[in-house]
């Protein structure tokens, strides 16, 4: 079975830095990448999906890449409203990542 | 509006049935793929298993095979999540998601999501 890995589990975080999620694949999934936020209390949301293509009303601040084993989810510019929980999803099992807590610093 | 709406929040004892409902609107239900996801108290979200409720063809994960089922009835547009015997280690949120698929952006993801029904179970 394909094992996802998300790293960091936790990242501290300032309003205004430029924050970087990894999620690595134990196997090559193409592109079938899906970034997902959540905050407390509420439903995930999607942000990204097939790696890199940003769901409509999403803000472009948020930006995905990878292909392969190897993706990233970058905030370019941290708000606060961005305090919250990402998962990855690899689509193909639907397995998702074990999520990374973006808190504030 | 398009939207997934889930039922209320359930408190059961150990060895209780339960059944769990997500009613989609605003769209065509038989035509995408359900999907529900579990998330115990503090932690990730795990995929379960997705019903096409056009035919109601049904994928387990694994992990979920023979602990739950899944059904839909397409009548009422509506998809479902039972347990027949409910554990403690059952308590926890549960989410239904539609699966949007498109042949260019690959075997589909969950684009929309029900706002989650909290499952109790104590003795």
């Not at chain 1, 196997?27 to 079938?32: A, L, T």
């Not at chain 1, 970058?74 to 990542?97: M, R, V």
């Not at chain 2, 939207?3 to 997500?22: D, F, T």
């Not at chain 2, 409910?86 to 042949?103: F, G, Q, V, W």
């Amino acid at each position: 079975d394909i094992q996802m890995t998300q790293s960091p589990s936790t990242l501290s975080a300032s309003v205004g830095d430029r924050v970087t999620i990894t999620c690595r694949a134990s196997q090559s999934i193409s592109s079938w990448l899906a970034w997902y936020q959540q905050k407390p209390g509420k439903a995930p949301k999607l942000l990204i999906y097939k790696a890199s293509s940003l769901e409509s009303g999403v803000p472009s601040r948020f930006s995905g890449s990878g292909s392969g084993t190897e993706f990233t989810l970058t905030i370019s510019s941290l708000q606060p409203d961005d305090f919250a929980t990402y998962y990855c999803q690899q689509y193909n099992s639907y397995l998702f990542g074990g999520g990374t807590k973006v808190e504030i610093k | 509006e398009v939207q997934l709406v889930q039922s209320g929040a359930e408190v059961k004892k150990p060895g209780e049935s339960l059944k769990i409902s997500c009613k989609g609107s605003g769209y065509s239900f038989t035509s995408y793929w359900i999907g529900w996801v579990r998330q115990m108290p503090g932690k990730g979200l795990e995929w379960m298993g997705i019903i096409y409720p056009g035919d109601s063809d049904t994928r387990y994960s694994p992990s979920f095979q023979g602990q739950v089922t899944i059904s839909a009835d397409k009548s009422i547009s509506t998809a479902y999540l039972q347990w027949s015997s409910l554990k403690a280690s059952d308590t926890a949120m549960y989410y239904c998601a539609r699966h949007y698929e498109r042949a260019a952006d690959g075997p589909g993801y969950f684009d929309l999501w029900g706002r989650g029904t909290l499952v109790t179970v104590s003795s």
